[in-house]
């Protein structure tokens, strides 16, 4: 069976500093990795995937996440956030093709602070 | 290109109702999935449904069902609701063998 972990509720952090968000997965297949961001009151929004090839993939407002199997890790980061980042946000595994249901963590709650 | 629209946004039901909640995938997608979110919860996966059958199912009763229909938009169905079935209620569209999926906005059920 899948299953996503994510440690860590909530995430204080002040505007324009870097932020973590840790995600760790337990598959005994192959996996795709998602994260997702929702904002309040809001569906879920796709911030980055990885599906194979390159370990480090990008979104285009400055979040990156790296895949590490040796770790079973997927974290997200951002070198400076801003308020807007200010979201819940959500790691989540999928066994790919005809299993392609999202297990999800828990979330993590990026409160940015001026 | 519309997204996945789900409708009503917002419903309030008494324990013990029916509610029928609905969902009109992204186009081009085939395949639907309903999730569960409690409030500060993760979505829980409920069914999935391809070419108008049922094809995985997560672990909730049966009280919950739903439909698909011949242009892919689909029906969430809950029976005898009970106020833990007080939750946002997203669909998400996708290709069956694709790895991309959109979701709704979701419908905010709360059930009194």
């Known amino acids: 069976a899948q299953s996503v972990t994510q440690l860590d509720s909530q995430v204080p952090v002040f505007e324009e500093a870097p932020v973590e968000l840790r995600c760790n997965y337990s598959?005994?297949?192959?996996?795709?990795l998602f994260w997702y961001v929702q904002y309040p009151n809001q569906g879920l929004q796709l911030l980055l995937k990885?599906?194979?090839?390159?370990?480090l993939v990008e979104s285009i407002n400055g979040f990156e996440a790296e895949f590490n199997k040796s770790q079973t890790s997927f974290h997200l980061r951002k070198p400076s956030v801003h308020i807007s980042d200010t979201a819940e946000y959500f790691c989540?595994?999928?066994?790919?093709?005809?299993?392609?249901?999202?297990?999800f963590g828990t979330g993590t709650l990026l409160a940015v602070q001026p | 290109d519309a997204g996945v629209t789900q409708s009503p946004t917002h419903l309030i039901k008494t324990r013990g109702q029916q509610v029928t909640l609905r969902c009109s995938p992204k186009?081009?997608?085939?395949?639907v999935s309903w999730y569960q979110q409690a409030l500060g919860q993760g979505p829980q996966f409920i069914f999935q449904?391809?070419?108008?059958?049922?094809?995985q199912r997560g672990n909730f009763p049966d009280r919950f069902s739903g439909h698909q229909f011949p242009n892919y938009s689909s029906e969430l169905n809950v029976n005898a609701l009970l106020l833990g079935d007080s939750a946002l209620y997203l669909c998400?569209?996708?290709?069956?063998?694709?790895?991309?999926?959109?979701f709704g906005s979701g419908t905010r059920l709360t059930v009194v």
């Open positions: 998400a569209s996708s290709l069956l063998r694709g790895s991309g999926y959109t």
């Open positions: 598959s005994s297949v192959s996996v795709y």
């Open positions: 990885y599906l194979s090839g390159s370990t």
């Open positions: 989540a595994v999928s066994g790919g093709g005809a299993t392609n249901k999202l297990i």
């Open positions: 186009s081009g997608h085939d395949t």
């Open positions: 449904y391809y070419e108008e059958e049922e094809r």
